[in-house]
């Protein structure tokens, strides 16, 4: 069963990502090349540091040789947004990272990006499943080593200029000026060396946790949350930092542990970053959020005569929406964001870059730019639960949500109700709340969002208690 999701295609590693699948997978990807006559211009593969990331690269870039399409590896463990750097800076038309992102550490998988490195969109993963349907292998497949050697499979270091692009787009000086301390958390993913670097060349203090190589991730889930961030909170308040930035397993999502130990939601951080593109440097333009995301972007782009595009999640949604409406940020409650002239996917690298110009720039504290914010345009409390379910489950939740299009009695009144992504339901006082079955993992996830965390609370149990779901 190869089925793509919000994210790309993730399974078990020995139940559903095998060596086979894989291979039948980047199989297809190649016959489709092939057909649409952009297999001369190759094809970019990396990889992360997750258990048979790095011989998944090599078992892939031998399929890719056997239909005589040159198969450019990314030498050692890279970021995923590094992987997309590469996609456009070599001018391939498709290119894939090998990685689970933020999944727990027994998943690997695959994700596909499409020309200028951008996510593949649903028309594409799509078409790739009908060749998958239709797929038989080559007849004689290449060994990794007699590929190398004819040059079907080279290795590229587009390390360099990754990171230079992001120096090259931030405010170098101005960080210089701050002496700033600075405590990384790559989460045992790959994140260290572009930070490191990115930090060191600003003259910050850094200092670096978690950064060995652990396929099962410290036995923690490689996700840059409040409950997987302790050591980062310890670290940051015991060192007196001006911030810690943590990264997941494949650097594309940031987390963020501001100077007084907090945990800043991903939320915040999208918030704080399109106030201060408009405010503090200036630019103009409209903004991009998933249906999961906070409605504070609603209200600040606003007051500034633009708009806010919601759209469903999965970032290739929001990649396409900016590049339609010309938006200067866009990004989603899970801690994926990228900003206008950078690459057209989500960096955390380049995220927390930005984040550090702020701090440099402004020469407030990220809390205090917050409460301007919350000042200006009032608090926006988000509850967010996930829960397991059964095949019965599912199919039972479904037919009530989608089918039935039935809802409970909510203390607020509805404005109207969504589906175009799950099933979201807007209150008149500006407040929300969604359920939808997530595309990356068995889950069913509920967001709520209004003007007190009571409200909130409130809201989630009666929506809760009506799906049968256990808190």
């Not at 070599?90 to 027994?106: D, E, F, L, Q, R």
């Not at 109700?417 to 595309?439: A, H, L, T």
Request: charged share 25%.
């Amino acid at each position: 069963m190869i089925k793509f999701g919000t994210g790309g295609w993730r399974a078990i590693i020995g139940e559903d990502f095998t060596k086979a699948n894989l291979q039948t997978l980047c199989g297809a990807v190649a016959k489709k090349m092939l057909d649409e006559n952009c297999g001369d211009l190759g094809i970019v593969i990396g990889y992360d540091r997750r258990f048979l990331s790095d011989f998944s690269a090599k078992w892939a870039a031998e399929i890719f040789a056997s239909y005589k399409i040159r198969c450019m590896i990314i030498e050692g463990e890279s970021p995923t947004p590094m992987i997309m750097f590469a996609v456009k800076k070599y001018k391939c038309h498709y290119g894939m990272a090998i990685t689970a992102s933020h999944n727990p550490a027994w998943y690997n998988g695959i994700k596909v990006f499409a020309k200028g490195g951008r996510d593949a969109d649903m028309e594409v993963t799509e078409s790739i499943e009908e060749y998958i349907k239709n797929y038989s292998e080559p007849p004689c497949v290449k060994s990794f080593d007699e590929a190398l050697k004819i040059g079907l499979i080279k290795y590229i270091r587009p390390r360099n200029d990754y990171i230079d692009s992001i120096i090259d787009s931030v405010n170098m000086e101005a960080i210089r000026a701050k002496n700033l301390r600075i405590i990384i958390d790559p989460m045992y993913g790959v994140s260290k060396t572009s930070l490191q670097t990115i930090f060191l060349t600003a003259r910050c203090d850094v200092d670096v946790i978690h950064e060995r190589h652990d396929t099962l991730f410290g036995g923690r889930l490689p996700s840059p949350g409040a409950k997987t961030l302790n050591a980062l909170k310890a670290y940051v308040s015991e060192s007196k930092a001006d911030i810690g930035i943590a990264t997941d397993g494949d650097a594309d999502r940031i987390g963020v542990i501001d100077d007084s130990g907090n945990f800043l939601h991903p939320n915040t951080i999208l918030v704080l970053l399109y106030y201060y593109l408009m405010k503090y440097k200036g630019w103009s333009g409209p903004v991009v959020r998933n249906t999961a995301t906070t409605h504070l972007l609603d209200k600040i782009a606003e007051s500034r005569g633009e708009k806010c595009y919601e759209v469903p999640v999965g970032f290739k949604h929001i990649s396409s929406k900016m590049l339609e409406t010309n938006a200067i940020i866009g990004g989603e409650s899970s801690g994926g964001l990228t900003v206008k002239g950078h690459i057209q996917g989500k960096d955390g690298i380049y995220a927390a870059a930005l984040l550090v110009e702020m701090i440099a720039v402004t020469g407030i504290s990220l809390s205090k730019i917050f409460k301007e914010i919350t000042d200006e345009f009032g608090e926006h409390h988000l509850v967010e639960l996930d829960f397991s379910f059964s095949q019965e489950k599912k199919e039972e939740l479904t037919n009530l949500l989608y089918k039935q299009k039935k809802l409970p009695r909510f203390p607020l009144e509805i404005e109207n109700v969504s589906y175009i992504d799950g099933c979201k339901v807007c209150f008149k006082n500006g407040g929300w709340i969604i359920c939808r079955f997530s595309g990356t993992e068995p889950l069913i996830r509920v967001f709520c969002e209004t003007d007190s965390i009571e409200m909130s609370e409130n809201t989630t149990k009666i929506m809760t208690g009506f799906l049968g779901l256990d808190i």
